[in-house]
């Protein structure tokens, strides 16, 4: 069993900074990649940010505003969101692809929810 525990949502003005942090445990032998979705009320869920083995990828809309980063001795991802829009509201999913076994299983968060609002 692998659980992803969020922390950090909460609400914030425009132009403010959240912090995220998800933090992986249970039996697993390795990571691969980690990352942020959003969903929105009434909107799909979207990618925000992942990094995998070094790697980042970002959302068009997030650049040079979140920054993914990764602590893996403790099996962490964080999403550090500066210069929070309106349109940055939305409750925020960590997940994870883990390896265990010779095989790779993804999981996600319970969500946590971010509201930037005045």
């Known amino acids: 069993q692998v659980q992803l525990v969020e922390s950090g949502g909460g609400l914030v003005q425009p132009g403010g900074s959240l912090r995220l942090s998800c933090a992986a445990s249970g039996s697993f032998a390795s990571i691969a990649t980690m990352g942020w979705h959003r969903q929105a009320a009434g909107k799909q869920r979207e990618l925000v940010a992942t990094?995998?083995?070094?790697?980042?990828n970002y959302a068009d809309s997030v650049k040079g505003r979140f920054t993914i980063s990764r602590d893996n001795a403790k099996n962490t991802v964080y999403l550090q969101m500066n210069s929070l829009k309106p349109g940055d509201t939305g409750v925020y999913y960590c997940?994870?692809?883990?390896?265990?076994?010779?095989?790779?299983?993804?999981?996600w968060g319970q969500g946590t929810q971010v509201t930037v609002s005045s």
């Open positions: 997940y994870a692809t883990v390896v265990i076994g010779e095989l790779t299983y993804a999981y």
């Open positions: 990094t995998d083995r070094g790697r980042t």
